[in-house]
């Protein structure tokens, strides 16, 4: 059983950064792909961004050249630097494993955060 939460969320104004991090714990955090999602109101949760368990790199088209994530397997954290916001970027951010490989998909993956909101202000 892994625990995830997600720290970092807040009100920014466009075009500004914000640093998203999830701290693992409770099973063995390098067996696990990490990825990012968010939900916004009215939407059903994306897919933002992953890293596999050696640290190959996926991201939805939306942030490509915007959002960076990244994961330290010595201190069982995965990060998301999110710079050049955009008002469509506000939701509620989740951090997710799924063991095995890397995938997209939200069903795939196991273990869920509680969400951090992201909001972004024109």
């Known amino acids: 059983q892994m625990l995830l939460v997600e720290s970092g969320g807040g009100t920014v104004q466009a075009g500004g950064s914000l640093r998203l991090s999830c701290a693992a714990s409770?099973?063995?955090?390098?067996?696990?792909?990490m990825g990012w999602f968010r939900q916004a109101p009215g939407k059903e949760r994306e897919f933002v961004a992953a890293?596999?368990?050696?640290?190959?790199?996926a991201y939805a088209d939306s942030v490509k050249g915007r959002f960076t994530i990244s994961r330290d397997n010595a201190k069982n954290t995965v990060s998301l630097q999110m710079n050049s916001l955009k008002p469509d970027d506000t939701a509620v951010y989740y951090c997710?494993?799924?063991?095995?490989?890397?995938?997209?998909?939200?069903?795939?993956?196991?273990?869920w955060g509680q969400g951090t909101q992201v909001t972004v202000s024109s």
């Open positions: 890293v596999s368990r050696i640290g190959g790199l």
């Open positions: 409770g099973a063995t955090f390098s067996n696990y792909a």
């Open positions: 997710a494993a799924k063991e095995g490989v890397l995938l997209t998909s939200p069903p795939r993956y196991e273990y």
